[in-house]
C-alpha cells in the first residue's frame, strides 16, 4: 500500500542524511525526490505544487535543535528528521481536519445515508460495512437495494443482509425514488433508526441517471451523502467527487480498494481539492475491513513510521480482553506451549495479511522481509496441527525422537528441516517470554506480552527503544519473530542467558574439546603400537 508515496520521502530522507543544516540547495534536492513521487502517485498537480511551497517555506532557514532532552536522555535530531516531521505535519493539514462521524437525527429521529458512486467503485460491500458498524455501535438499520440496473446487485445486498442479519428492502419494478420513499415508511413500521440507501453506480457526465440521483435526494433528504471512490482511479476520482459534489452538495467520502493502491493520490488530493473530508477507508473485502479515516495515521504511514493507534484497535477487535489477560500472565510465567503459539497465530491472522500488520508498525517496511507471505503463517499452522496432543504440550519429545519430526513433516505436507526450524524459533520464543517476564520493559507492553487494557501505552512509545531492547536481550531481527514463518527468518534468536550460565556453557565446550583431543591422540597412539 502507498508503496510509490513513500518511495519519495524515502529517497528525500536519504539525501538529507550526513547534513548539518538544511538550507536552499540542499532541501530542493529533497523537494524533487517528493515532487516525482507524488506526481507518480496520481495526486492532483495544483495539490502537489502547494505542498512543496508549504515545506519549503517552513523548512528554508529553520533553526534544526539537533539535541533535545526526553525524560532526562538526550535525543539526537537531524535536518532529516526535522525535514520528515515538517512533511507529516503538511500531510496531514493536507488531508484533514476530519470529522469522521455521520450526522445523526436527535431523538427517535429516523437517519437517512445515501451511498452513490461510480460502477464498480464498491458501493455495495461498502454499504454492508458500514451496516455492520452501525450494528456494532447499537443502531437498528435497514438497507434499501435502489440498484435495479446492474444484474444481481439486489441479490448481493440480500446476502449481506443475510450474514448481518439486517433487513433488505426491495419492491420489484419500482422506479429508486419511489422505492427510496418508501423505504422511509417501512423503516418507521419496523422501528428501524437508520435506512441505507444503496443507489447504482453511474457516470457523472448521465444526466439522466444523475437526475434520479438528485430526485431520491429532494424526496428522502438524506442526513449523509456518502460518495464511494476507487483509490485506484487516482485524479479521475477526484474530478468525479467535484462532479457529484457540484450537484449533490456530499457530506463526504469513503476510499475503497486503499489496500490494493501502491499510489494513493486520491486519498491526499480529494479533501484539498473538494472541502469535503474522507470519513472513511476500505481497507479489505470483508465486512469488518472499514476503518474511520485518520490523516494523522495515513500521514505517518506515508511516510514508513507506520500506525500503532489503528493496529491496535485491530488488535482490540480480534482479541477477549479477560483470555488475552490470562494469556499473558501464562506465557510471561514461562508456560507457552505450542496451543498457546497456535493460538497466537490465530489472532495475527484474525487482523489481516501480515504485510497490513507490517505496514502499521512503526518502520514496519523497513523490517519486512522481502519474502513476507501470508501462506507461511497457514504452513506453521499446519505443522502444529500435525502434532499430537502431548508433542502440543511438550515440544521436547520432538527433539528426543527424531521419528516424530518425520512423521510431521509428511503430515503438513512440509520438510523435516522447515519443522526443526519451527521448532527451533519456538524455543527462542520461549526463552525470550521468560525474559520480559522477569525484567519489565517497554516489550512488556506489546500485544500479548501483558494485559490488553495496558496496549494503549504502545501509542505513545518510542519504538526505537523497543528495537534496541530486542538486540540488548540477544535476540536479533524482530521481524524473524514476526511471520518470518518457516525458514524466512534473516536472523535465528538465541536463547538469553546468565552471564553464569554463560560461563558454565563455555566451560562445558571446553571439556568437551579437550576430551575429543585426548581421545584422538588415544587412537593415534593404538594405531602406531599396532
Known sequence: ??????????????????????????????????????????????????????????????????RVKHKGEAKSLGPADHFINICHDELEALMGPVDNELSFKSGTGLTTIMMVGLQGAGKTTTTGKIAR????????????????YRPAAIDQLKVLGRQLEVPVYSVPNVAPPDLCEAALREARFNRNDVVIFDTAGRLS???????ELSEIRSRTSPDNILLVLDAMTGQDAVRTASAFDERLDLSGFVLTKLDGDARGG???????????????LGMGETLDKLEPFRP????????????????????????????????????????????????????????????????KMPFGNDMMPADLDDKQLTRVEAVILSMTKSERR???????????????????????????????????????????????????????????????????????????EFDEMGMGDPSAMMGGGLGGARRKARPVMSAAERQARVAAKTKARQKSKNASKARKKNRKRK
Open 1 to 66: 500500500m502507498l508503496e510509490i508515496l513513500s518511495k519519495g520521502f524515502k529517497s528525500a530522507r536519504a539525501s538529507l542524511s550526513g547534513k548539518t543544516t538544511l538550507d536552499e540547495s540542499n532541501i530542493k534536492d529533497a523537494l524533487r525526490e517528493v515532487r516525482l513521487s507524488l506526481l507518480e502517485a496520481d495526486v492532483e498537480f495544483n495539490v502537489v505544487k502547494r505542498f512543496l511551497a508549504a515545506v519549503e517555506e517552513k523548512a528554508v532557514g529553520e533553526l534544526v535543535v539537533t
Open 133 to 148: 458498524d452501525l450494528l456494532d455501535k447499537g443502531h437498528k438499520p435497514l438497507l434499501v437495494a435502489a440498484d435495479i
Open 205 to 211: 457526465v448521465d444526466e439522466v441517471l444523475m437526475n
Open 266 to 280: 486520491a486519498a491526499i488530493s480529494v479533501k484539498e481539492v473538494t472541502g469535503k473530508p474522507i470519513k472513511y
Open 296 to 359: 494523522e495515521g495515513l500521514a505517518s504511514r506515508i511516510l514508513g513510521m507506520g500506525d500503532i493507534v489503528s493496529l491496535v484497535q485491530d488488535f482490540e477487535k480480534v482479541v477477549d480482553e479477560k483470555k488475552a489477560e490470562e494469556d499473558a500472565k501464562k506465557i510471561l510465567s514461562g508456560e507457552f506451549t505450542m496451543v498457546t503459539f497456535l493460538e497466537q497465530i490465530r489472532t495475527i491472522k484474525k487482523m489481516g495479511s501480515l504485510k497490513d500488520v507490517f505496514e
Open 394 to 468: 511438550e515440544p521436547e519429545l520432538l527433539g528426543q525422537q527424531p521419528s516424530r519430526t518425520r512423521r510431521i513433516a509428511q503430515g503438513s505436507g512440509t520438510t523435516i528441516k522447515e519443522v526443526r526450524d519451527l521448532v527451533q524459533r519456538f524455543f527462542g520464543m520461549r526463552n525470550m517470554m521468560k525474559q520480559v517476564g522477569k525484567q519489565p520493559g517497554l516489550l512488556g507492553n506489546l500485544p500479548g506480552f501483558k494485559q490488553l487494557n495496558q496496549l494503549k501505552q504502545l501509542r505513545g512509545a518510542n519504538m526505537g527503544d523497543f528495537f534496541n
